[in-house]
């Protein structure tokens, strides 16, 4: 079916190399979002090292329980909203590095088609009598196609609705912290 061993020689290779960029590109991403979530948490340590330091000389040095429960209920909101911007920020990273994977996953597919679609147009040149096998290679190709992109859809679907599900999720517990914070000064 091939016309020379070089012709599926070169094929062979071609995928090889994209295979191997592809893996390279999705490596690259994955290391780029791991240094982003790290730097994240490393601010984030830092910035609450410090900050729980300065609380708890506030409370060891409070006069008496009511200064020292008005102290600790005046920290409840903007710890609760320190957490849900460390949640926005992390969900933004994951969803950047799923926007990439997938935009280069399109990218490596749509390619790899193409070149299957060119390799099989100029095997079936040189192979007189392969239009039946021809056809129901790219039969199967635009099966392979439809199967990938219903799959995409899926996966896209399921990101959408982690993203709106941690959306709701912190927007009720801010409204959450917001409603118990002035009861819990209240208590004081």
């Not at 409070?62 to 909203?81: I, R």
């Not at 099989?120 to 790219?138: M, Q």
């Amino acid at each position: 079916m091939f016309t020379s061993p070089e012709q599926f020689s070169a094929a062979t290779k071609a995928n090889f190399d994209a295979q191997l960029s592809m893996f390279s590109a999705f490596t690259s991403k994955a290391i780029e979002s791991i240094e982003k979530i790290v730097e994240l948490n490393l601010t984030v340590a830092k910035t609450t090292f410090g900050e729980t330091k300065d609380v708890a000389n506030q409370l060891i040095s409070a006069k008496d329980p009511q200064e020292f429960f008005s102290l600790t209920s005046a920290h409840v909101q903007p710890n609760a909203d320190k957490a849900l911007a460390y949640a926005r920020h992390l969900a933004s990273i994951t969803s950047g590095v799923q926007a990439d994977f997938t935009k280069a996953a399109e990218a490596h597919v749509a390619d790899t088609n193409r070149k299957v679609v060119a390799f099989v147009e100029e095997i079936s040149k040189n192979a007189p009598g392969s239009e039946n096998a021809v056809a129901l290679l790219k039969s199967a190709i635009g099966n392979a196609n439809a199967s990938y992109d219903q799959i995409n859809k899926s996966a896209k679907q399921v990101v959408e609705t982690l993203e709106t599900n941690l959306n709701t999720a912190v927007s009720q517990i801010s409204q959450a912290t917001t409603k118990a914070a002035p009861r819990a000064a209240k208590k004081a």
